[in-house]
Nanobody, 127 residues
Framework: VQLQASGGGLVQAGGSLRLSCAASGFNSDYYTIGWFRQAPGKEREGVSC????????LYVDSVKGRFTISRDRAKNTVYLQMDNLKPEDTAVYYC?????????????????????WGKGTQVTVSS
């Protein structure tokens, strides 16, 4: 099981980035994929997840209306489209999966429930 996050970069406030989480070694269609982030000096927090029941989605309040999570089944990849970025979105972003957890507020709150993690991608938003 491998997850590869990419797409981070430096962007000005109000700009957009699209993060990709490429899965290998398993079919991500059948499992919840979550995006998490960790800013310097802060704890890791859940940002969004996409489940397997009709691709249900969930977002942390701070990104609702600005971020969109989606799947590309042909590419076995999950995306996080981030629009209207703010300096407080600056963090290392990680994608993760677990073969038992559903997309829920629980996994966004308790990231340790996710068993498989990719390496992070840095997102820096300048003011």
């Amino acid at each position: 099981v491998q997850l590869q996050a990419s797409g981070g970069g430096l962007v000005q406030a109000g700009g957009s980035l699209r993060l990709s989480c490429a899965a290998s070694g398993f079919n991500s269609d059948y499992y919840t994929i979550g995006w998490f982030r960790q800013a310097p000096g802060k704890e890791r927090e859940g940002v969004s997840c996409i489940g397997t029941n009709w691709d249900s989605t969930l977002y942390v309040d701070s990104v609702k209306g600005r971020f969109t999570i989606s799947r590309d089944r042909a590419k076995n990849t999950v995306y996080l489209q981030m629009d209207n970025l703010k300096p407080e979105d600056t963090a290392v972003y990680y994608c993760a999966t677990d073969f038992e957890e559903s997309c829920s507020s629980s996994i966004l709150q308790y990231s340790y429930k996710m068993d498989y993690w990719g390496k992070g991608t840095q997102v820096t938003v300048s003011s």
